[in-house]
Structure formats: structure tokens, C-alpha cells
């Protein structure tokens, strides 16, 4: 008799969002951890900007969510992710999760949490860094474009990959319908990567999932196995 539930994680990690905007992929993460047998639990939502959209979708969701306004800071970026830090410290945080935070990061703040930060970008990476990947995807002609959960480092969009999911360019796509296709994909891939990253961090969850990548069903080894249940 272990005491374990079946189906349930034990030590969940606790998991921060850090949002600049609307915060669909925050209230992505955010529902997939409603599920007990989800191995992270979100304990808090920072936002760079107070005007975030996002941060009243959080509360709504009965999560502590956290403005800390950038701009009283200036030009010192350093004090200004000092303040965050000190945040997710003192909230015992082991995963952060940044979801449409627009503000470069320093040295100190991506060194602060290295291995332990992550970033959900709109395209597959290493093509298209930076902004705008819809047009500029569109405009090279690129037949599959996507998105990738790849972990934070000091060169922007560059880090290690930890998932990605494709998704084709239509003939008669516009930026907002690429864009929508693939803000769908990212909404299943960022809670299956942070499940997959936290479940490593802690006791694996009983039982394996598949996260599918929608092009290449049916395509040997093209899975990735996930420590969580639920995420089909
Ligand atoms: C997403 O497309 C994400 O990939 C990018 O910024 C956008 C944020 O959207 N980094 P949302 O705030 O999660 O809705």
C-alpha cells in the first residue's frame, strides 16, 4: 500500500505563467491543470503590463495573478526582473512558463532559471525568430508551418526544443487564419509540454499519453511520450 491515487500525481510542481497580453495559452495551462492528474499546479500569473487582458482571466480562474509594471523601472531591466524574481521565489516556483511576454529577458533572469523556463513561440523554430512569423511564413511560401515549446536561453528563440506541432499553409490562407490554426495547436502543446517537463521534475504520473502532432499521424516515432494521462 503506497497511499497513491491512481491516476494522480504526487508532488505537483508549482508553475508560473508570465503573460504580457490577451493570455490564451495562459488559460490554456490553466485548464489543463485544473486536472488533479495534471503533475503541475499554476500558483501564480505575472504580467510585465497591467492593462493585461489576461490578468482578469486568471483571477477569474481563482489564481493569484500579479502585475509588475515595467515601466516605473526604465531602462533597468535587471530591477525590473528582480521584482519578478523575488516573486517566483518567494512562491516556491520550479517551472515558469512565459505565454506572449513581450519583453526581452537578461542574463540575470534567464540565468536565475535555467532549465526551468520555457516559452511557447508561433512558428518551428529554428525558421521564423522574432515577430510577425504568420506573414513572414506566408510570404516564404513555407507549406508547413507550427509551433514550438523550447526552453529559455540568452540567444531569443533559440533555446533547446521541447515539443512542436505542425500545421499546413493553406493556398488561400491569410495571416489570421494562419495564425488561428496555429494558436489552436498551441493551446494543445504548451499544457503537453509543461506536463512533460514537470513530470520529469516530479514522480511520473501513472500510465503514458501521446502528444499527436496533426501532421504526421500515422507516422512511426513521429510521438512523444508523455507522463500524463489525460492530455488526449
Ligand atoms: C502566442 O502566439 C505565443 O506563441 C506568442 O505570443 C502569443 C501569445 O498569445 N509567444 P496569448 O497571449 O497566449 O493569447
Redesign the pocket.
Known sequence: MTGRVPGRVTGRVRATVL??????????LLRAASDPAFPADIVAVVSNNPDAP?LALARGAGVEALAIDSKPFGRDRAAHEAAIHAVLAARGVGLVC?????RLLTPFLVGAWAGRMM????SLLPAFPGLDTHARALAAGVKLHG?TVHWVTDAMDAGPILAQAAVPVLPDDTEESL?AR??AQ?HVLYPGALAAAAGRAAEAAEGTAFLRNPCLDGVSGATLTLPYANLR
Not at 19 to 28: D, F, H, L
Not at 119 to 122: A, E, L, Q
Open positions: 503573460i504580457s497580453g490577451r493570455g490564451s495559452n495562459m488559460v490554456a489576461g512565459l505565454a506572449g511576454y513581450m516559452n511557447i513561440h508561433p509551433c495564425a496555429v494558436l498551441e
